[in-house]
Structures are given as C-alpha cells and as structure tokens.
C-alpha cells in the first residue's frame, strides 16, 4: 500500500489498481529520491506532461504544498502526472518496485546520503529496486559537503569527490546490479539551473558550488 500526500498534513492510501490507474495515462515514470519539499519533481510533471513522476520522501510534511498545488486543476498549476509517496528507499512499498524508466538523486541528505556515500546496500538496493531493467540513473551530491562546518553527524563522512565516487561508490553499486559512468563536477550553468531548494541554499552567495554528478543504468 503506498501512502500518497495530498496536502498539508493529509495523505491518503492508495492499492495498486489505485496507483496503476493515476500512471496508466502515461508511457514513461521518473522517480525522484529524498524529494524533500517536491519541487523538483514537480518540475520534472511540468516539462514532460505524459511522463508520470513519483517523489519519495520518509516525511511527509515538507511535501504538502507541493502536493496541495498538484492537486488543483492544471490550468491553477495542477499536475494530475505527479505523485508524492511518504516512503523509505530502504523498505519501498511494493507498489513501486520496478516502475521507473529514470531514477534522480538530487543533493541527498540524512540516511540517503549517506547510504550513497558508504555504498550501503540497504539504500542502494532500494534505489536498484525501484528501476525496470536499462532503467537511468542521475545522482547529484554535494561535492564540498559543507562550506562553513559540518554537522556532527557527518564529520565522519568521506566528502564524495569525483575520485571517491570511482574508487568507492561505483564498485559498490555495481553490487546491486547499478552500473555507474565517470563522476564529474557540474559547470556554473548546471548548478544554478538545478530546479531544487536544496541547491538554491547550497548555492546561495557562492559563485560555483562543487556538485559532482554521476549517470548510470540498471543493469538487466
């Protein structure tokens, strides 16, 4: 059973004929990880109205605008292809398990993060899971982690550079069946483009923040 937001402080269950026929009008599903407020994919529904987007968060509470605002018509900035789904990547409801033809990762925090990170099979897994075979993969991450400090919570945590990614994440991923390219910081351009919240505060007062992106595939 997948838990869908609806509103601020509202949600509502939804089985899978439910949840089959809010997607059916659409080819394609992009999901989007650790969607935090659901800006982004919201912006993902806008673009492409016959693709179905899902966000995925394990709280509810920051996607309740985002989620009142799809629920509108869409000539008031509604968007009847967008789902936003209270879930944990480590236990994803079965509902989504093999749906995606594109899985996004933008700016992780918390155990998203650092299961990317460690190449924690519990989080990494998840993400595998949600994929149909050849499904893509788009992962961006923090490449300086913090400017100013760094969270107790992270002091620990390696800063995933594009050399860390090769020797470390890709052979993890590889584990679970994630084939993943070369990692490579993103241009000035890319960074201030990137329709997020979480990277308007990273960038915020800094010419080019270090965000390192890596591109990869479900293996079949």
């Given at each position: 059973m997948i838990?869908?937001?609806v509103g601020r402080g509202r949600t509502e269950?939804?089985?899978?004929?439910?949840?089959a026929a809010l997607r059916r009008p659409c080819g394609r599903v992009a999901v989007d990880v650790g969607t935090g407020d659901g800006r982004f994919p919201y912006h993902l529904a806008a673009t492409d109205p016959d693709q179905f987007v899902v966000g995925i968060d394990p709280l509810?509470?920051?996607?309740?605008?985002?989620a009142a605002k799809a629920a509108r018509k869409p000539a008031k900035g509604g968007r009847p292809n967008l789902a936003l789904?209270?879930?944990s990547i480590e236990a994803l409801p079965e509902e989504l398990v093999?749906?995606?033809?594109?899985?996004?990762?933008?700016?992780?925090w918390g155990r998203?993060?650092?299961g990317i990170v460690l190449a924690d099979e519990a989080v990494i897994g998840g993400l595998a899971a949600l994929g149909r075979s050849g499904a893509r993969l788009s992962v961006t991450l923090n490449g300086e982690m913090w400017v100013d400090s760094t969270p107790a919570r992270y002091a620990a945590l390696p800063v995933p550079t594009v050399e860390y990614v090769a020797e470390v994440v890709a052979p993890g991923f590889a584990q679970v069946g994630l084939s993943i390219g070369p990692a490579r910081l993103l241009a000035v351009?890319?960074?201030?483009?990137?329709?997020?919240?979480?990277?308007?505060?990273?960038?915020?007062?800094?010419p080019h923040p270090?965000?390192?992106?890596?591109?990869?595939?479900?293996d079949s």
């Open positions: 838990t869908r937001v269950p939804l089985d899978r004929d439910d949840f509810d509470e920051p996607m309740g605008e985002t789904v209270r879930a093999g749906i995606a033809d594109h899985i996004y990762v933008q700016l992780p998203l993060l650092e351009g890319e960074t201030k483009e990137l329709p997020t919240t979480w990277a308007r505060k990273l960038g915020h007062g800094r270090r965000f390192v992106r890596f591109d990869g595939v479900v």
